[in-house]
């Protein structure tokens, strides 16, 4: 198995592994790292034979969780970096961030359009009604991005922020 299908399937006795796999350009690092601490906590040389003795060894699960557990703040420094300078990108670009500001303006004026269209015709059928409100969810799912993007609107950005913040000290 290549590595990261490898560390998809370790995910099953650790579920905090996936996290570190998915939506980052370092997962195959990640991947690999969680390999070898698999490896090393079974006594086995490759991803495949560590996955097999989890299966059926408990002790060998155990010193798997342990060492994941142990290994989870270097793993947890190494994904945050990967997102913590996020927003500023536009402060390293030295001017406005023009590519933000259409994708918003677009955003906004998809949503306006398509509420119009709905509303300007009150005989428009279900159906067309079901698929304007199908692309006006995922119009508003962007501007929601956009903004958890550019203002980090949630108690977990802020969780994650500090968390950034301490790992860094």
């Known amino acids: 198995m290549e590595p990261i299908s490898t560390a998809f399937a370790l995910a099953q006795f650790?579920?905090?592994?996936l996290k570190w796999i998915t939506g980052s350009d370092k997962a195959e690092a990640a991947a690999t790292a969680v390999i070898d601490i698999a490896k090393q906590a079974t006594g086995q040389d490759t991803?495949?034979?560590?996955?097999?003795?989890?299966?059926?060894?408990p002790s060998?699960?155990?010193a798997f969780r342990q060492a994941m557990a142990d290994k989870e703040v270097d793993l947890d420094k190494a994904f945050l970096a990967d997102v913590q300078d996020a927003r500023k990108r536009d402060v390293t670009l030295g001017r406005r961030n023009y590519r933000a500001d259409i994708m918003f303006l677009?955003?906004?004026f998809a949503i306006a359009a398509l509420v119009w269209i709905v509303w300007k015709d009150p005989s428009v059928n279900e159906y067309l009604k079901g698929i304007v409100t199908l692309v006006l969810g995922r119009f508003l799912?962007?501007?929601?991005?956009i903004y958890s993007f550019e203002f980090?609107?949630?108690?977990?950005?802020r969780a994650k922020d500090d968390t950034i913040a301490n790992l860094s000290k």
Not at 14 to 17: S, W, Y
Not at 47 to 57: E, H, I, T, W
């Open 152 to 157: 980090g609107t949630t108690r977990s950005s």
């Open 141 to 145: 799912g962007y501007l929601d991005n």
């Open 60 to 62: 060998a699960l155990l």
């Open 106 to 108: 677009l955003a906004v």
């Open 14 to 17: 650790v579920p905090g592994i």
């Open 47 to 57: 991803g495949d034979k560590a996955l097999a003795a989890l299966k059926v060894d």
